[in-house]
């Protein structure tokens, strides 16, 4: 995930969870990564950041486990309403090994102006998408209806990537693609 980020006094939103937090005057910013339990690596490529990692119940499913990783970086180099670029790569490990799995979803946070959220996936040279479907629907609902507003869909050469930009993200909406292969 490559983003150009503008370090605010209050709290905005990225393609995951990502906060200024406010106790610190905004100097430091939360990207949130959750997964199946063993499946996930997250690093920060452009910033220097801490990295938690912890394991819980799964919120959307009874007797599983997750993996959540916290990436924190210190922004406290950059000026308020200066834009920056942060690179964060994030590997979900044989995590769409299923064709139940074969989905990927971010939300926008509450914030105070609309932002874009975006998504790359990359697929196996071996394994490339066959087709694709974009869906939206409130943070935490299981029920998705295709996505009807603006948006940038590109897919690479031999359908082995796909991006997907939502401009003016709604708030705490939650933006799904599904591929079969």
Not at 171 to 179: F, G, L, T
Request: with cysteine; hydrophobic share 30%.
């Amino acid at each position: 995930m490559g983003s150009v980020l503008e370090r605010r006094e209050d709290r905005s939103g990225d393609t995951h969870e990502l906060n200024a937090d406010s106790e610190d005057q905004g100097s430091r910013l939360d990207l949130l990564y959750i997964c199946d339990l063993g499946k996930l690596a997250a690093r920060c490529l452009t910033q220097r950041c801490t990295i938690r990692r912890a394991v819980s119940a799964d919120q959307h499913a009874q007797g599983k486990l997750t993996e959540t990783w916290e990436l924190t970086a210190d922004v406290r180099e950059f000026a308020v309403g200066q834009e920056f670029p942060m690179l964060v790569e994030v590997t979900y490990w044989n995590a769409f090994d299923t064709t139940e799995k074969q989905w990927y979803s971010t939300y926008s946070n509450s914030q105070k102006e609309p932002e874009n959220v975006s998504v790359l996936l990359l697929f196996p040279e071996n394994k490339p998408f066959r087709d694709s479907t974009r869906l939206a629907y409130p943070h935490g609902s299981k029920s998705g209806q295709p996505f009807q507003g603006n948006e940038r869909v590109i897919t690479g050469d031999a359908n082995q990537s796909l991006y997907w930009e939502v401009f003016s993200a709604q708030q705490n909406e939650a933006y799904e693609v599904r591929w079969t292969f």
